[in-house]
Nanobody, 123 residues
Framework: QVQLVESGGGLVQPGGSLRLSCVAS????????MGWFRQAPGKEREFVGS???????DYGWSLRGRFTISKDNAKNTMFLQMVSLKPEDTAVYYC?????????????????WGQGTQVTVSS
């Protein structure tokens, strides 16, 4: 059974940073692509970024330069480093996994999801 558990969310001031973690069990990050999505109240789920089995990454257009995805295969953990956070980054952030090696930007291409972690950017 695949489980994804996010952590690291919280309240941060505008301009601050956060690092989210996603620990996977039942699925190997060394063989599968992973992604981050976010959903703000009243909005559709948005692609944040994805990392493939060998560590190549892709990001949502508006997030490039501020968000960085990485992973530790030995710990089966993916990370999302967020800097220069803005109030519009406030959302629930979800970790997702694919039964495939390659990056995907659509939520429909992901097979497994975590429960989400709240990120609130506010002064």
């Amino acid at each position: 059974q695949v489980q994804l558990v996010e952590s690291g969310g919280g309240l941060v001031q505008p301009g601050g940073s956060l690092r989210l973690s996603c620990v996977a069990s039942g699925l190997a990050l060394s063989s599968n692509a992973m992604g981050w999505f976010r959903q703000a109240p009243g909005k559709e789920r948005e692609f944040v970024g994805s990392i493939n089995w060998i560590g190549d990454t892709d990001y949502g257009w508006s997030l490039r330069g501020r968000f960085t995805i990485s992973k530790d295969n030995a710990k089966n953990t993916m990370f999302l480093q967020m800097v220069s956070l803005k109030p519009e980054d406030t959302a629930v952030y979800y970790c997702a996994a694919r039964q495939a090696k390659f990056i995907a930007t659509s939520a429909d291409n992901y097979n497994y999801w975590g429960q989400g972690t709240q990120v609130t950017v506010s002064s």
